[in-house]
C-alpha cells in the first residue's frame, strides 16, 4: 500500500457506513476498539499522520461487511411471511410497456397505460420469498441471445424500482 491513506467513504455505496456499529464491527472482527475502527474509517491524525486500513484490514472489513450482511438476510427470512409480504410478479409482455420499464420512464407508461383502455397485464405470480421469486424470474427477459429485443420483462414487488410500475399497473 502507498504511504496516502485511504479514504474508503469515498467508494461507492459508502452510505451504508453510517448504519453500522463501529463498535460492535472493530470489537467482534478486528478485536480493537471504536476508536481506533473510526481513527482508521475518517483518515484521522494518530500521532502526526492520517491513518487508514491496511491491506489486510480492508480484507478483514470486507469480511465482516459480509458476514453481517448473511446474518441479517438469514435473520430476516426467519420472519413470519404475511399475506401482504408475497412477493408479486407481473410478467410484461407488451414491448412499448418494456421499452418504458427499461428506461425507467414511469410518467411515459402512466401515459401509455392512460391512452389505451385494451392492455392486457396478467395476474401476477405470487411468491412467499425473494428467492423463490428470482428463481421463477431467471431466463425471463432474454431467450438465448441476449441481443435479441427483451420480448418479456418480470417486475417484481420487492424491488423498490419496479413498485411504481407495479402501482401504475394494479390502478389501470
Known amino acids: 500500500m502507498n504511504d ?5 467513504r469515498i467508494l461507492p455505496g459508502a452510505e451504508v457506513l453510517e448504519h453500522i456499529n463501529c463498535a460492535y464491527v472493530a470489537r467482534r472482527f478486528f478485536n ?3 476508536s481506533w475502527f473510526i481513527h482508521r474509517l475518517n483518515n484521522n491524525i494518530v500521532n ?10 480492508l480484507r478483514t472489513l470486507r469480511y465482516a461487511l459480509r458476514t453481517l450482511s448473511n446474518e441479517i438476510l438469514n435473520y430476516s427470512s426467519n420472519l413470519p411471511n404475511t399475506q401482504d409480504m408475497d412477493i408479486k410478479v407481473y410478467v410484461i409482455t407488451d414491448q412499448t410497456a418494456i421499452d418504458l ?5 414511469l410518467d411515459g407508461f402512466k401515459a401509455y397505460l392512460a391512452e389505451d383502455d385494451t392492455l392486457y397485464f396478467p395476474e401476477p ?3 412467499a420469498t425473494e428467492e423463490q421469486a428470482l428463481a421463477f424470474c431467471s431466463g425471463i427477459g432474454y431467450g438465448i441471445d441476449e441481443r435479441a429485443p427483451i420480448e418479456r420483462y418480470p417486475l ?3 424491488e423498490p424500482a419496479d413498485v411504481p410500475f407495479i402501482e ?3 390502478n389501470y
Open 125 to 127: 405470480e405470487t411468491f
Open 4 to 8: 496516502s491513506p485511504l479514504n474508503i
Open 156 to 158: 417484481r414487488s420487492c
Open 101 to 105: 420499464i427499461t428506461d425507467n420512464d
Open 168 to 170: 401504475a399497473i394494479e
Open 32 to 34: 480493537r476498539s471504536r
Open 48 to 57: 502526526g499522520k492520517p491513518v487508514s486500513f491496511t491491506d489486510a484490514e
